[in-house]
Structure formats: structure tokens, C-alpha cells
């Protein structure tokens, strides 16, 4: 059974930076697409970026564009989400989620396994 384990929330300041991590265990991830999605309180889960098997494309919502970096070591096995200038709004449990379909990657349906979450609190 695979199972994804998400680190790196906290709670940090507007304006301060995080880097999440997401590392599977029970699987390769290197075939896979991996995304991050998230959902702030009250909410339903949304996309947040995506990034292709081989990290040729990747894919942002457009409220973190230019803000938030997604990347994969393939060697490392390990998917990350560096987030930048942090606002309130990005308040949110954050998933890791591996997508053996590779396509369609700005929706959750396009992914099937799911990490179970990091908590990400930015203060104003």
C-alpha cells in the first residue's frame, strides 16, 4: 500500500517563507506525476501545482504563481512545495497527492493516492 508523509508546516509571519516535503513509501514515485493541493478551513480541497513525471511541466494556481516552487528529487525520492511571501490566505492543511495517469493534473480526480496532510498557519 502506498502511503505519502508530508512535512514542513508550521505556523510562520506573512511574508516568511516554508518548504513542505512529501516522501512515499511503498512506491517509486519516479513514473508518477505528484501534485500539492490544499484546504483552508471551511473550504473544499483545490489545486495548488503539479509537476510532471520527469519535471518537464509543471503546473500553479494562480494565486501562487510567481510564490510558490514545486520540484522533485528523483533520487531522493522525495516531491517539494517551497513556498515564498507567505500571505493569510495560504492557511491550509496541505496534500501531497502521486498521479500514475499524468494528465489532467490541475484536478484532484487526475490523482490516486494521497498523502494525509500538513498543517501550514500564516500569521498577519
Known amino acids: 500500500q502506498v502511503k505519502l508523509v508530508e512535512s514542513g508546516g508550521g505556523l510562520v509571519q506573512t511574508g516568511e517563507s516554508l518548504r513542505l516535503s512529501c516522501v512515499p513509501s511503498?512506491?517509486?514515485?519516479?513514473?508518477?506525476?505528484m501534485g500539492w493541493f490544499r484546504q483552508a478551513p471551511g473550504k473544499e480541497r483545490t489545486f495548488v501545482a503539479s509537476?510532471?513525471?520527469?519535471?518537464?511541466?509543471?503546473y500553479y494556481h494562480d494565486s501562487v504563481k510567481g510564490r510558490f516552487t514545486i520540484s522533485r528529487d528523483v533520487g531522493k525520492n522525495t516531491l517539494y512545495l517551497q513556498m515564498d511571501s507567505l500571505k493569510p490566505d495560504d492557511t491550509a492543511v496541505y496534500y501531497c497527492?502521486?498521479?500514475?495517469?499524468?494528465?489532467?493534473?490541475?484536478?484532484?480526480?487526475?490523482?490516486?493516492?494521497w498523502g494525509q496532510g500538513t498543517r501550514v498557519t500564516v500569521s498577519s
Open positions: 509537476i510532471t513525471w520527469n519535471s518537464f511541466l509543471r
Open positions: 497527492a502521486g498521479s500514475t495517469k499524468n494528465r489532467n493534473l490541475k484536478s484532484s480526480e487526475a490523482f490516486d493516492y
Open positions: 511503498g512506491r517509486n514515485f519516479s513514473g508518477d506525476a
